[in-house]
């Protein structure tokens, strides 16, 4: 049970909703239920057909945002939950997941009711209009909807009626041919399922006081609570918001017994014999009464946690035990001390336990076998929805504790800054983290292995990594979080699934921990983590735990840069002396940047043992395996601002705002352009020689400019000739394709020198014979420095220096940011990761023909080749205006 740190923050804007409704309305479900005879609302035995899994386009993970209805499907075992947009997520056995969205986002679902056995779902919102999902084919669909009569959003009839027929409780019947609908007004409706319309019957509140005390027939109250009773379908509890409960034969129909409390219900719940039921009030108390004796309870109520006043029992469950009986309730504490806590006590028989969340409890019921042989309704399991996160609870288990979560799993315990996927992980790697993961929750969750919530059957086989032993796939999705986290998940399937976490505050005395930039190699087990105040951990796999002093290096980016001041933060304090390191993944040494800035981008070779780091005043190289820094490079511009004024440099908003305004700016200009060429004006440079002189304009225009340290020559790639690949007539619309017209940017010192993007690989740098390890690093002003690395072989590697020097420099034309790079082999593949090679899974680079580096900006992409300086830019449309990244 987490603790959550939440802010109001900034509401999204419509358009930015809108966006989001359309990205995520790809859902497709992905269940296959239990086949067998199943008696249906029109009494025909039948088959349920089967529900086959599909490929989900879309795939949630986390806990849903304000859930605010939960329900419970005890024959086919599956949870649904519903929330305040107007969503529905029903989940199974781990990889059974539906999603179904309601039309109306603003519409918060504020009950959803199973039929049971059938794969439907009734869901109400809080605008009084009911609405009937099922599940077909892997889909889950609204097939029908209806609206209570005198709803307000139907008929304007008037306020006081629209709150009269404002649905305040339902009950379904054990036919499941009916729902039950009380009302704010105290009659109950009733709505036939298979029709989806509503009955001609109608329970009165009229009828209903004709047999009870004078004081209560003036006005009950909202109908609070239906419950039908076990084993007789004809009578149906009615209990209203002033405290009256009846018991309602619907054979007659009449009143057979009254129930009076003095105090305000709250809820009412049957015991499994239907010859005691139990209510509890807002007082804090709960009562037992007996079917057949009328009024008084059997008992006086219990404030369990009394005298004092105490907060209202929301609901109450009353489950038969095998011995003893269960007591399960939300609330009831005292209103002095625990008002502001959000609690439910279990009790069975001398042990009282409870349970002390971190967010409001939204709805709670528990898992037992329903099997006829069986004579109780001992529970199993407790789940429980909060506001903020899903509990369970295994109730069979000696010390009731909470059982580890499969899905729902909150992503944002501490909000997420950065992310990493992994695929193709070797299984003794995901062994091992499994297992240090397991270590770490070993006394924090049950031992139970079963999920009780276990519906539906996965038809999908699962992937297989290619070999002929169709090992599965195994793929990891890494987080780094804000309180200095890394949590490791198990993404191979449908859910998402916690293997592990690592955290950073084992080696600081600070609370600046957040993790900026994240980098795992499967291949050896290095993990490399990077924070806001300009610390690299490098981390190795480890089975067992071991003491170790972690050492810290430090590297000063601006050591070059005289008049430079740093006003910002002060690094992180490093923890001395020698550390307890658990098993997983164990830090071997930290690099310290100066200034201490937040790290903007991270690249390592885990086979060179390199480590390179940017921030928004320049980038260093690390060497890892003897623990000492290589090279730094200050991109700040050396006749700008040096007063290194805090953290202002990296903000993305400025230069996103202005890229976003240069962009329409152009379209908008692109637009003119095309206007005058359709009004048949020509321009007087017209014919095929001035095309061919246009485009090489253009291509100076977009072009680069490449500085070779080495020499002193600079020379522009933009004029140079490329020939059209196509032949023939070419039509006037393909002569003239929509572009967007790329300018160059204004340069600003502020943004420029922030290095947005790092990568390593060996390629054709220097001449053709022979391929060179290289660096390459992308700025924000659109800068790209190529550096070439020397790295001893052998066993010379741990005792030689590497060595590293600026080879290339280049400069984009336009100046956007450079947001990725990629080196291709001669195939026009990208070159292999670290180790891939070795480990067979992947082949040579093809090195018959030249290689070329694909350089990704905001505005372009660009493929230069790495030896020869020519340029192929792809434009993108003007439809596409926005920025790539």
Not at 120 to 134: A, F, P
């Amino acid at each position: 049970m987490l603790k959550f740190i939440r802010g109001k923050g900034q509401q999204p804007s419509v358009e930015r909703q809108k966006l989001q409704k359309e990205l995520f309305a790809f859902r497709k479900a992905t269940v296959l239920f239990s086949d067998g005879p199943v008696e249906s609302s029109c009494h025909v035995t039948h088959h349920i057909a089967l529900l086959v899994i599909r490929h989900c386009k879309t795939v949630q993970h986390g806990f849903p945002n304000k859930p605010t209805a939960l329900a419970w499907d005890p024959a086919l075992r599956l949870l649904a939950l519903g929330t305040a947009t107007g969503a529905i997520k029903i989940f199974g056995k781990p990889g059974v997941e539906f999603y179904g969205q309601h039309s109306n986002h603003d519409s918060a679902v504020t009950r959803l009711i199973f039929l049971p056995n059938e794969g439907r779902i009734v869901s109400l919102c809080d605008d009084n209009s009911l609405h009937l999902w099922e599940v077909n084919e892997g889909l889950m669909e609204e097939v029908k909807t209806q609206a209570l009569e005198g709803n307000f959003t139907v008929l304007l009839s008037s306020l006081f009626d629209s709150r009269l027929k404002k649905i305040s409780a339902v009950c379904l019947e054990s036919a499941r041919q009916h729902l039950l609908l009380g009302t704010e007004g105290g009659n109950i409706y009733l709505l036939n399922l298979r029709t989806f319309e509503m009955s001609d019957t109608i329970i009165y509140q009229d009828v209903v006081m004709q047999n009870v005390p004078e004081d209560y027939k003036i006005n009950p109250g909202a109908v609070e609570a239906i419950a039908e009773q076990p084993g007789n379908p004809d009578k149906i509890l009615i209990g209203y918001n002033r405290g009256l409960m009846v018991l309602w034969d619907r054979r007659t129909p009449g009143a057979e017994q009254t129930y009076i409390s003095t105090q305000q219900l709250e809820s009412v719940c049957w015991h499994r014999s239907g010859t005691r039921f139990s209510s509890s009030h807002n007082d804090g108390s709960y009562a037992f009464w007996d079917v057949n004796v009328g009024e008084r309870p059997t008992e006086e109520p219990t404030t369990l946690y009394g005298p004092f006043p105490c907060k209202a029992v929301t609901k109450f469950l009353w489950r038969q035990g095998e011995k003893d009986d269960y007591y399960i309730f939300a609330g009831g504490m005292p209103r002095a001390s625990y008002s502001d806590r959000h609690t439910i006590t279990v009790q069975h028989g001398k042990k009282h336990v409870v349970f002390d969340f971190t967010s409001k409890v939204i709805d709670f019921f528990t898992i037992a076998d329903i099997s006829e042989e069986r004579e109780t309704d001992e529970p199993e399991a407790l789940i429980v929805l909060l506001e903020e996160e899903l509990v369970a609870i295994d109730l069979l288990s000696e010390d009731w504790r909470m059982m580890c979560l499969p899905y729902l799993v909150s992503l944002h315990a501490s909000a997420v800054t950065c992310s990493q996927h992994v695929s193709n992980v070797p299984q003794d790697l995901w062994e091992a983290i499994t297992a240090a993961g397991k270590l770490q929750t070993q006394d924090l969750y049950s031992e139970r292995q079963d999920w009780p919530i276990n519906g539906g059957k996965i038809l999908v086989p699962e992937r297989a990594s290619g070999n002929a032993d169709t090992t599965p796939q195994r793929e990891l999705l890494l987080t780094g979080h804000e309180d200095g986290t890394v949590r490791f998940w198990d993404a191979s399937g449908v859910a998402l699934t916690p293997l592990y976490k690592f955290g950073s505050a084992q080696l600081f005395n600070d609370p600046r921990l957040a993790v900026k930039k994240v980098a795992l190699c499967p291949l050896n087990g290095t993990l490399v983590v990077a924070g806001t105040a300009g610390s690299v951990i490098v981390a190795k796999i480890g089975s067992s735990s071991v003491d170790s002093e972690v050492k810290v290096v430090t590297m000063n980016i601006v050591l070059d840069r005289d008049g430079f001041v740093w006003k910002g933060h002060d690094q992180l304090t490093p923890r001395t002396g020698t550390l307890s390191l658990e098993a997983g993944f164990q830090p071997t040494v930290v690099l310290q940047l100066h200034p201490p800035a937040a790290v903007t981008a991270l690249a390592f070779h885990s086979e060179w043992g390199l480590v390179a780091a940017g921030t928004a005043h320049g980038l260093a190289f690390f060497d890892y395996v003897r623990q000492k820094g290589m090279f730094a490079k200050c991109t700040l511009n050396p006749n700008g601002d040096l007063s290194g004024a805090g953290e202002a440099p990296i903000s993305r908003r400025k230069s996103f705002k202005k890229s976003l305004r240069e962009s329409f700016r152009r379209l908008r200009k692109g637009r003119s352009t095309r206007q005058t060429d359709k009004r048949g004006v020509q321009s007087p440079s017209t014919g095929p020689q001035s095309d061919k002189r246009r485009e090489g304009l253009e291509d100076v225009a977009e072009g680069v400019e490449v500085a070779s340290v080495e020499g002193d020559s600079k020379e522009s790639a933009g004029a140079a000739d490329v020939s059209s690949p196509s032949s023939g007539p070419i039509s006037p619309i393909e002569a003239k394709p929509v572009e967007r017209q790329i300018e160059a940017r204004p340069v600003d010192d502020s943004l420029g020198s922030m290095v947005r993007c790092l990568f390593f690989t060996k390629t054709f740098i220097i001449s053709v014979q022979t391929m060179t390890a290289t660096m390459w690093a992308g700025t924000n002003n659109g800068t790209v420095y190529v550096f070439t690395l020397t790295i001893p072989s052998g066993q010379k590697r741990s005792e030689e220096d590497v060595t590293c020097q600026l080879a290339k420099e280049i400069q984009l034309k336009h100046r956007a940011p450079v947001i990725s790079i990629a080196v291709l082999d001669g195939a026009h593949t990208p070159l292999p990761e670290p180790w891939a090679v070795e480990k067979g899974l992947s082949k040579q680079p093809d090195v018959s023909g030249p290689h070329r580096v694909l350089i990704s900006s905001e505005e372009q992409f660009k493929v230069i080749p790495t030896l020869h300086i020519r340029t192929y830019n792809v434009k993108l449309p003007s439809k596409q205006v926005a920025l790539i990244g």
